[in-house]
């Protein structure tokens, strides 16, 4: 028995490794492509970093709070079961679990742009695309190994992005031109604050991953002490980077240039040490970038796990090879990856990638929310709702829930549209679970529908 644990244990992540993986997964999802972005919005969108830092901390803090009160497998999407039911559990789940996968496409595209950097032939969208689902099904292939194999990948990954991101971060300043970087402060032809929501719900795809940690908690060593320490360095790690590396490239690309980039790191490296540097650059961002989907293909993976556990998906996405891994639920999701590859594909890579995280970004915002609701309700079942600690974490979901209200109303009204489409979708299909659940004797309905029917 003492064996079998210990060998568990060897194949889980530590401290470093799981805040590497944290970090890797919000910047490799968004920071090799948010400048280009960003950049079409104008320097105003600095405000908006901070609208986001603000609202994803406090996210953080009560994510890796909730995981100390109520140390769940399957992390926030549990949380929302735990707190609301079986049905916002199911929503919650469904909802997550698009935004993963279809984050992951969205980093497709960001890797496939600083490819073409090297080979303009994939600025066609169907070699762009064929090439991208080749690269999807490679790293399919990697994290049948298990976590520990894609953590020792991530962890040289994240090292190449980190190179690249805090080289321009930090000695781009010595280029940095303010000239350059307020020739155009709001490119939206809106308000100012119109602007500052727009970036803010641009840069929250920056942060998608935040509660990789959390979600990831079966695949950690000691998930009570690791989980919380991983979030929060992971997210100081990544805020760091995103905003002093985006700055300081709208300071030296000039704007025309930039809102065009498909490689905006390596254009601004090209910009301050000439072509071979940009070459560099970009084939570091390359390895950033498609190193992190590893990580992100097994976060993707946790949620419809603990799902199926449940009852609330198909058995299929709970089955696990030797390796801990849900290959079929992998496979599953790896076509439909494929198939948004094919039907966004835009000779536009950097159009393709906005449409694309506001997405992600939408389907992520409600499991978010209810997630953060969840503490306080979670705590007061627990007898834990008095004292100082109570209060500051009641605030900070107040604030979480601002945040996430503002920027779910921004990400756009197409993006609003087919969320909330969505979440309707939700309700029929949740009739099949429940339809499942009775026919194998379990209870379905509260207990005060029950009693009257009896």
Not at 160 to 169: H, N
Not at 297 to 306: D, G, H, R, V
Not at 312 to 337: A, C, R, Y
Request: aromatic letters at 12%; one cysteine or more.
């Amino acid at each position: 028995m003492s064996s079998t644990m210990s060998a568990s244990q060897a194949h889980k992540m530590g401290v470093i490794a799981l805040t590497l993986v944290t970090a890797s997964n919000m910047m490799g999802s968004g920071v090799f492509m948010l400048p280009t972005n960003l950049a079409g919005v104008g320097s105003i969108s600095l405000w908006g970093w901070i609208f986001t830092i603000i609202g994803v901390m406090a996210l953080a803090l009560v994510f890796a709070k909730t995981s100390l009160v109520n140390p769940r497998n399957g992390g926030i999407v549990a949380y929302a079961n735990d707190a609301f039911g079986p049905f916002i559990g199911f929503q919650s789940t469904i909802c997550y679990w698009i935004s993963a996968w279809v984050g992951n496409v969205a980093l497709l595209v960001a890797g496939i742009g600083y490819l073409s950097y090297f080979f303009p032939a994939l600025k066609n969208p169907s070699v762009g695309s064929i090439v991208a689902i080749a690269i999807l099904w490679g790293f399919v292939m990697l994290a049948s190994f298990g976590a520990k194999v894609a953590s020792r990948s991530q962890s040289f990954t994240a090292i190449c992005g980190l190179v690249v991101i805090l080289g321009v971060g930090v000695l781009g300043w010595f280029w940095f031109d303010p000239t350059t970087y307020n020739t155009v402060y709001n490119a939206t032809g809106q308000s100012d604050t119109h602007a500052i929501l727009s970036a803010a719900s641009i840069a929250l795809w920056g942060f998608l991953g935040v509660e990789s940690a959390v979600v990831s908690s079966g695949q950690v060593k000691d998930p009570e002490k690791t989980v919380p320490k991983a979030t929060v360095y992971g997210l100081l790690i990544a805020s760091i980077c995103y905003v002093g590396s985006c700055t300081v490239i709208m300071g030296i690309v000039p704007h025309e240039v930039l809102i065009k980039s498909a490689a905006p790191f390596a254009d601004a490296a090209r910009y301050m040490f000439g072509d071979t540097a940009g070459n560099v650059a970009s084939a570091l961002s390359i390895i950033a970038c498609f190193g992190s989907i590893s990580g992100w293909l097994i976060l993707q993976s946790e949620a419809p796990k603990a799902g199926a556990k449940s009852g609330l998906f198909p058995k299929f996405f709970g089955e696990v090879n030797k390796n801990d891994v849900p290959m079929k639920s992998l496979v599953f999701t790896g076509v439909l990856m494929s198939a948004v590859l094919l039907m966004t594909a835009s000779p536009d890579l950097a159009q393709q990638f906005q449409i694309i995280i506001l997405m992600s970004v939408f389907a992520s915002l409600l499991p978010y929310m209810y997630a953060i609701i969840s503490l306080p309700i979670i705590m007061a079942a627990k007898k834990l709702d008095k004292g100082r600690s109570f209060v500051i974490y009641t605030i900070l979901v107040v604030i979480g829930m601002i945040y996430s209200i503002f920027a779910l109303l921004s990400s756009g009204s197409d993006a609003i549209y087919w969320g909330i489409m969505m979440m309707l979708c939700t309700i029929p299909l949740y009739s099949f679970v429940a339809a499942k659940k009775a026919h194998e004797g379990k209870t379905i309905l509260t207990d005060d529908a029950a009693n009257a029917n009896s």
